[in-house]
């Protein structure tokens, strides 16, 4: 009741995935647009017979169309996501966002198992559950297994969620348990690159979420590089509450710019409060200027009450 569509195999998941991305009703019979529906899934899926993904919802898919309804996984997995290729959103969704801030898209209850993704592409925002969000709440959510994504030219945001978290998303009360690699060949100081356990960046709102992967890593040739256990990067309009992060090795290294590395956020702006880290974290960077070599390391176990 109250849902315009149910998924319980890989073949209905597809076949949702490729009527959002080409702007089509959720069947012949519906009235219903794919993007603006509302999906329950009723079983768990697994997904090792798709061997590349299309994330579902993109802005560089065939109509424009990216995610605007809602999703719930019901608590239920789905396993085995491979990604190989595609365009520059990358996840389970590509781009979500709902229409307005009082009508956001959500995703909620999704669980995924032995992530594979392994891309790069002109421009990448990258994450399990989705590669960016807008206007969205994405909630009890989790994902294990591991990200590797490296931009061509251009930036790059991969977390182990989300990649990229703006001001109007909210993540809460979500988990990952997922290796995070992010680089970029860019040879522009104005490129950047950010990993993050649970966002690449964020300007929105991560609340009550754990990040638990062995390695968040962010790694260019120029670009600015931050690499954090929750967020690689927190914007001006960041708000950071109640999270944790037991990841291993944070490393952030680039040879011509400025290099964060942090237990929860990388380069750190906006507000951050009651949240806890412990791990290992290295930031190293090579003066664009001077090209003088500067490296700071810090081994940290202790909590931080900002």
Not at 49 to 67: H, Q, V
Not at 266 to 271: D, H, K, L, M, P
Not at 276 to 303: F, M, S
Request: with cysteine; net charge neutral.
């Amino acid at each position: 009741t109250g849902y315009d569509l149910t998924v319980s195999t890989a073949q209905e998941l597809k076949a949702f995935a490729d009527a959002v991305n080409y702007g089509r009703k959720i069947n012949n019979t519906s009235s219903v647009e794919a993007r603006f529906a509302r999906v329950l899934q009723t079983a768990d899926i697994d997904l090792s017979g798709i061997d590349d993904w299309t994330p579902i919802g993109n802005y560089a898919s065939p109509s424009y169309n990216y995610f605007q309804g809602s999703y719930n996984g019901n608590g239920y997995t789905i396993s085995n996501l491979t990604i190989k290729s595609g365009e520059s959103y990358r996840g389970l969704f590509g781009y979500v966002s709902g229409k307005d801030s009082s009508t956001p898209a959500v995703l909620t209850g999704i669980h995924l198992r032995n992530v594979n993704i392994n891309a790069s592409n002109a421009n990448i925002y990258c994450g399990a559950i989705a590669g960016a969000v807008g206007s969205a709440v994405i909630t009890f959510c989790s994902a294990r297994g591991e990200i590797k994504t490296n931009a061509i030219q251009r930036d790059n945001q991969s977390g182990g969620i989300i990649g990229e978290n703006t001001s109007s998303g909210t993540i809460s009360y979500c988990r990952a348990d997922v290796i995070v690699t992010a680089s970029s060949d860019g040879n522009m100081d104005t490129y950047v690159c950010y990993a993050g356990g649970i966002a690449g960046s964020n300007g929105g709102v991560i609340f009550a979420c754990e990040a638990s992967g062995s390695k968040v890593s962010a790694i260019s040739y120029i670009a600015q590089t931050a690499a954090g256990g929750i967020a690689g990067r927190a914007n001006g309009s960041s708000y950071i509450a109640s999270c944790t992060s037991g990841v291993g090795k944070i490393i952030a290294n680039t040879n011509g710019n400025e290099a964060y590395a942090g237990g929860v956020a990388g380069e750190q702006y906006g507000t951050l409060s009651s949240s806890y880290a412990r791990g290992d974290a290295t930031a190293e960077a090579t003066c664009p200027r001077c090209r003088c070599h500067r490296n700071r390391r810090l081994d940290y176990t202790e909590r931080r009450n900002y």
